[in-house]
């Protein structure tokens, strides 16, 4: 089901984007099933259950994600009014987490749910300093706009990765009942951070690994460990630990990591017009052919972009696509908050040579 909005509705859903302008939003989709059949459907996905078949499974997958749109948007809205106050140079995107990256959290956790993974919806603020970061992270906790219930400090306790960055998990409870508890996960990070987390998607990405998940062991693990201790050195402005720094040196020569980074470009086929465009973006990523298509759908459209989203995943499940369904204001912005899609390392790679130039010969 949909909320239909006209002029005499009691039901019409009215947001305030982040210039403060009122959007007439014609469709938001309503959860359909119940957690017992979301939960079921879940089980089915990874092969723990067969009372629902595959196909019913993934309805009720597309149904639910779809459903967090509304509650995503209302978060995505607040975040960027407040990012908007702090930091002129701040990104704002948000995305519906990938089928694929939902089966695969429900095998690593044997105890999750599909009703209660807290990252269907997700979206991510990017700020040029660390500051910035805990200042909006502040802003956002005390807004009564937005009903944080869990944190994850990871710039205070990187993960074991190397990972560092703010997570905070928002609950829904507006005037909307039918999103009642939907949960969506927000993303802060600084501009280091974020070039070193999307150097490590990239990498997973077109050498079929999964450093990002942890579930790998091997030295480009090491080599992210680094990275991650290196640049915070440089975040802060000290000056970088020689010994790490010859350690990525040795890794890198053995790795050609640059040269990975480097010969993993993207071809993108969109016009200039299609680059100034504000709404959703159904990404597909071929990492073998090394090209991206971009299809946009307006802030009208998120029923056909879901549908679409859910057909591309089932016709490429087996194949080397990933397919993401995100939004920003515009491509270019969209650019900068995932890059893993397009495969830009050029920032990350630029802090890794000045480490490897600091050792000496």
Not at 2 to 21: A, E, K, R, Y
Not at 92 to 98: D, E, G, P
Request: glycine share 4%.
């Amino acid at each position: 089901m949909i909320f239909q909005i006209d002029n005499t509705s009691h039901t019409d859903i009215v947001l305030v984007d982040s210039d403060h302008q009122y959007l007439d939003t014609t469709m938001w989709i309503e959860p359909e099933f119940s957690k017992k059949q979301i939960r079921k459907a879940g089980e089915s996905l990874i092969g723990k259950d067969e009372k629902i078949g595959i196909d019913d499974a993934l309805i009720i997958l597309s149904n639910w994600r779809g459903s967090h749109a509304y509650p995503l948007n209302s978060v995505q809205n607040s975040l960027r009014y407040r990012a908007k106050q702090l930091d002129n140079d701040y990104i704002i995107t948000q995305r519906l987490k990938r089928a694929s990256s939902i089966k695969d959290k429900l095998n690593r956790f044997p105890d999750m749910k599909l009703d209660r993974i807290q990252d269907i919806g997700g979206c991510r603020a990017i700020l040029s300093n660390t500051q910035l970061v805990y200042q909006l992270r502040e802003d956002i906790i005390n807004m009564q706009s937005v009903n944080i219930i869990k944190e994850y400090d990871y710039i205070e306790k990187p993960k074991e990765s190397g990972y560092r960055g703010i997570h905070l998990i928002s609950q829904y409870c507006g005037k909307q009942s039918i999103f009642e508890g939907l949960r969506i996960e927000i993303q802060i990070r600084n501009k280091i951070q974020h070039y070193w987390a999307t150097a490590v998607e990239i990498i997973d990405r077109f050498t079929n690994q999964q450093l990002k998940s942890g579930l790998e062991d091997n030295k480009w693990v090491l080599f992210f460990k680094l990275m991650s201790l290196l640049m915070t050195d440089i975040e802060k402005g000290k000056t970088i630990n020689l010994e790490y720094a010859k350690q990525l040196k040795n890794l890198e020569n053995e790795l050609k990591v640059k040269e990975k980074l480097t010969n993993y470009s993207v071809f993108v086929n969109w016009t200039e017009n299609e680059e100034k465009r504000k709404g959703k973006f159904l990404l597909m990523l071929d990492t073998n052919k090394r090209t991206i298509s971009v299809e946009y759908f307006n802030d009208r459209q998120l029923l056909e972009a879901t549908k679409n989203y859910a057909h591309l995943e089932k016709q490429f499940e087996e194949k080397n696509i990933d397919i993401v369904l995100v939004e920003a204001k515009s491509i270019q912005e969209l650019k900068k908050g995932y890059p893993n899609y397009f495969a830009d390392s050029s920032a990350f790679t630029g802090y890794l040579s000045y480490c490897i130039n600091q050792v000496s010969e």
